[in-house]
């Protein structure tokens, strides 16, 4: 893989030492807290610029935004450059929030709050949020979830705890945008549980190999369960014709939507 398709903070040497040899290491919360002490910056599934124009209709200056998952990403400090204020950031490292902190103060951003919390168990009241955002977050749930038709029921229940509490800090016209490499055939299930009122949408964005925007509404579920979206992409490509497509270790997440085709 060619270096100049990391960021620009981070050195080919820099990646290697971050990257793990399995997924199942993003289940480790002690390879983020040593992964985070190495790495200053990382986007996952694309940086803003290429889905700006998807994330901008549904966010407002004025609405209370909480990034589930943040990490060392830009996301909220380009959210924040785009004119929203109140913005909440969590992680459940404490070195990822500590070097959050740190950064978004040295660059005076200091209306941004980052916290050390879990998004399976969120603590925050209920409806208190206009607009929550994860952007490869929850994927990580399903690393070791099996069959991708039929993830096993620890993934299951961990989703729901996740996917339950985003719905309850939201506000009652409240929207979640989930950012992904899962494809509709695996989420829909998941985001159309019965106990949820909200609708679900969705767009795609990228170039050789699509990744997905779900737009999740608050109080619009329609009658029938069934949500807007676009027409789905074609099959996904063999890994040689999308490794150069793909943001670093993207292609990581890759085999569970492969196992599709299969």
Known sequence: MDANQYPKEVTLTEKKSVCPSTALAYL?????????SNEEHYEWFKDYSHFRHLIQPHVKPTSSVLEVGCGNSQLCEELYMDGVAEITCIDLSAVAVMKMQERLLSKGYKEIKVLEADMLDLPFGNECF???IE???MDVLFVDSGDPWNPQPATVSKVMAMLGGVHR???PDG?????????????RPLFE?????WSVEWRTFGDGFHYFFYILRKGRKSSNGEGSRQKLPPPVPSMSLLHEELEGEDFIFLTKIDEMDS
């Open 135 to 137: 952007k490869g977050t």
């Open 28 to 36: 480790d919360p002690q390879y983020w807290d040593e992964r985070f």
């Open 193 to 197: 549980a019965p106990e949820y009122t």
């Open 169 to 171: 800090v939201l506000k």
């Open 130 to 132: 206009d607009v929550v």
């Open 175 to 187: 929207i979640f945008i989930s950012i992904a490499f899962g494809q509709p055939h695996f989420r």
